[in-house]
């Protein structure tokens, strides 16, 4: 577990640090496995150049699933991601080498809650965004009042 980060250590504006992924189609396998997802363009190369790909692909929701883990790495312990969402405008494929970066865009106390907006991506090593999405975390605050 990283470092706790607390609300009042936030700015609009501050970048999330990034988490670099390298996924493999053993990864896809196992992904299949645990998601149910088992359309074999994400595992098996014969049936993805059947389909007009180049090759296997990376699940959507994976991505997504990778966005997940740089928000819960970033809030730590103690902070709640509240929301998650991404759409998946093109294919990342095993091998490539993904950045997932975020921006915090809102800061802001509702209900209760001290809460974060946030702009997340992937981005592929050619500096192109395919699973462009936003989340919101709430997060603790060093003022226990």
């Known amino acids: 577990m990283g470092k706790q980060i607390f609300w009042e250590d936030v700015k609009e504006g501050m970048e999330i640090p990034t988490l670099v992924k390298h996924p493999s189609t053993r990864q896809l396998v196992r992904y299949a496995g645990v998601s149910g997802d088992f359309y074999e363009i994400h595992y098996d190369k014969d049936f993805a150049i059947s389909t007009g790909l180049d090759g296997v692909i990376l699940h959507g929701a994976l991505k997504q699933a990778f966005l997940g883990q740089l928000m819960t790495d970033w809030i730590g312990e103690h902070g709640t991601l509240r929301k998650l969402g991404a759409q998946y405008r093109g294919m990342d494929r095993p091998g490539d080498t993904l950045l997932c970066k975020g921006r915090v865009t809102k800061k802001y106390v509702k209900g209760g809650e001290h809460l974060v907006d946030c702009e997340v991506w ?17 997060l603790p605050t060093r003022n226990r009042d």
């Open 122 to 138: 992937v981005e592929n090593q050619k500096g192109e965004k395919f699973t462009p999405g936003v989340a919101t975390a709430a």
